[in-house]
């Protein structure tokens, strides 16, 4: 008789300890369903930010964690399938598009809005008034390291002074974008400058620098414009206006100011989409963005182009229409189509 109660008070302690563990592995679940990771550029960063502080408010169960470890950072996690998305201030490069295929990963590209690089000097700088994509290339690329180190091997007549270096680290789509643009070739830069994935951090060594020269984004500059010095550039091109172009909201949605004005995106994990709150943050995201895009700073797609975003996303089409390479200057409604 002992042994059959025992036996039996033994199956009901099993049962009991299987139902507890059921239990939390279904908490875990839903907890896991409501958790959105993000991570990569800094440029989108604040866009990303603001829309999902809206979301918190709309869905405030709902976790959202942003990462800042660079538009390449964000990459290498979505490929190491650590994150649903990833910002990123540059189409996806075709070794990253290898690597996410090889890891199984399917993503599906949404641009979001644009940006525009800017060149700045320190405010006390009384004689840079602008500067041509020749002698921004003079300046940047490889072969100037170490022997392009004054004002006066920029311009004829400049001073004879130190020049000093700003930009982003080698894994930044900014970085990328601009030696593009502006050498030629990505990634294809000098490396005797200040690097920093932090724009804040360029943005105060510029600041603090009478030497200094550099790059980031367009809302860092406007955020900080007391304390810098914006460099019109002149592309050579009278087809978009007539002399250097001046750096500005405007200036980069109608198309003037080139070659340094580009796209912004979000890279989805296809197979994180399970997870319905990440499906109800991307369409929060894309309905949002045209009103929040500008309170950030930045530059909003037409609502033609939001449109086609809103359908890319709604099929779940995999893959870059980029062709893993920046286009400078291109016309984002016309490459969705």
């Not at 959105?36 to 990303?48: A, H, K, L, Q």
Request: net charge neutral; charged share 25%.
């Amino acid at each position: 008789m002992y042994p059959l109660i025992f036996s039996e008070m033994i199956k009901k302690q099993i049962y009991f300890s299987f139902l507890v563990l059921l239990l939390m592995a279904c908490s875990q679940k839903a907890g896991n369903q409501k958790k959105i990771e993000i991570d990569g550029s800094s440029t989108v960063y604040p866009i990303t930010e603001a829309i999902a502080e809206e979301f918190n408010h709309k869905y405030p169960d709902a976790k959202v964690t942003i990462g800042i470890s660079g538009t390449g950072g964000g990459f290498n996690k979505l490929i190491r399938d650590e994150i649903s998305i990833a910002d990123a201030s540059r189409p996806v490069s075709p070794k990253e598009t290898q690597e996410l295929k090889a890891a199984g990963v399917e993503f599906i590209e949404l641009p979001i809005a644009y940006d525009g690089l800017v060149v700045t000097v320190n405010p006390k700088n009384s004689f840079v008034d602008y500067l041509t994509v020749d002698e921004l290339k003079k300046i940047w690329v490889p072969e100037a390291q170490g022997k392009i180190t004054k004002w006066s091997q920029v311009r004829a007549g400049w001073p004879d002074k130190e020049i000093h270096l700003y930009g982003p680290g080698t894994a930044s789509g900014t970085f990328d974008y601009f030696t593009e643009a502006i050498v030629g070739k990505a990634k294809a830069s000098r490396g005797d400058y200040t690097a920093s994935e932090d724009d804040n951090v360029l943005v105060q060594g510029v600041s603090m620098d009478v030497a200094a020269l550099g790059f980031f984004g367009l809302e860092y500059y406007l955020q900080n414009k007391e304390k810098l010095k914006l460099v019109p550039i002149d592309d050579n091109n009278t087809s978009n206006g007539e002399g250097a172009i001046t750096p500005s909201r405007e200036t980069v949605k109608n198309g003037t100011y080139q070659p340094l004005s580009r796209p912004l995106f979000l890279y989805i994990n296809k197979g994180n989409l399970g997870n319905k709150s990440l499906g109800d943050f991307i369409n929060f995201y894309l309905d949002n963005a045209p009103i929040l895009v500008p309170d950030v700073g930045y530059i909003p797609l037409t609502d033609a182009t939001y449109s086609l975003v809103k359908k890319r996303f709604k099929a779940q089409k995999t893959g870059s229409a980029f062709a893993g390479k920046s286009i400078v200057g291109i016309k984002m409604e016309d490459l969705l189509k």
